[in-house]
């Protein structure tokens, strides 16, 4: 009896590590994957073709700042007029779309 509930549990285990080790290679397939496309580094730039592809490029208020050549002050009363649009990721984080900066500009282009 007791053998029988010790063979058992040992099937369970082993289906469980199979499963495991499954998902395991998948992860590493997906990690690879990512390394592949950023490489080392966490915040990459985005390249021309990743634009161009239409993914949304997401820039932080430094990145804004600089590309502006504004202060923050500067920055928060443009999104309060509405003049650039941001996405509000959680309580902390704030992000802004490239394409909003870039229509920004453009509209500076030609006023």
Known sequence: ????????AVNSLSNEVDSLKTQLAELHREFARFKSIYGTNPNPTPTP???EKGKTVLLDAK???????VSFNTLYKLVKQGMIKRIKINQRRVRYPQSSITEYIENLKYT
């Open 49 to 51: 073709e990743q634009i």
């Open 63 to 69: 990145e804004v700042m600089v590309i502006l050549g």
């Open 1 to 8: 009896m007791e053998s029988k509930l010790l063979h058992l």
